[in-house]
């Protein structure tokens, strides 16, 4: 079983960027999809980027395109989320899911990491 763990959440200013980083206590991630949603207070989930096994596809929602870039490196067992240009919109707790199938379906994923939080002040 794989166990996503992330980290990098902060505090940042409008306009600024940050990477966030996932990783797993269990099992390696080469085997797995790897996707990031986001939710914000009194707001439902949202689905953001994901990424296949291999790295070749990705999958991006339209309020993340341009902004956010997801990218893997299996041998150091991590998937990066990229994001620039941040606005207080941004600000959520974001998480990271792993799974067998690339999708943007929050669902499919059996495995949800804790999550980590992000600020982004005005």
């Known amino acids: 079983q794989v166990q996503p763990v992330e980290s990098g959440g902060g505090l940042v200013q409008a306009g600024g960027s940050l990477t966030l980083s996932c990783a797993t206590s269990?099992?390696?991630?080469?085997?797995?999809?790897v996707g990031w949603i986001r939710q914000a207070p009194g707001r439902e989930r949202e689905f953001l980027v994901a990424?296949?096994?291999?790295?070749?596809?990705?999958v991006y929602a339209d309020s993340v395109k341009g902004r956010f870039t997801i990218s893997r490196d299996n041998a150091k067992n991590r998937v990066y989320l990229q994001m620039k240009s941040l606005g207080p919109e941004d600000t959520a707790d974001f998480y990271c899911l792993a799974g067998e199938t690339v999708t943007s379906l929050p669902r499919l994923y059996p495995y949800w990491g804790r999550g980590t939080q992000v600020t982004v002040s005005a």
């Open positions: 990424i296949s096994e291999d790295g070749g596809r990705t």
């Open positions: 269990g099992r390696t991630f080469s085997g797995y999809a």
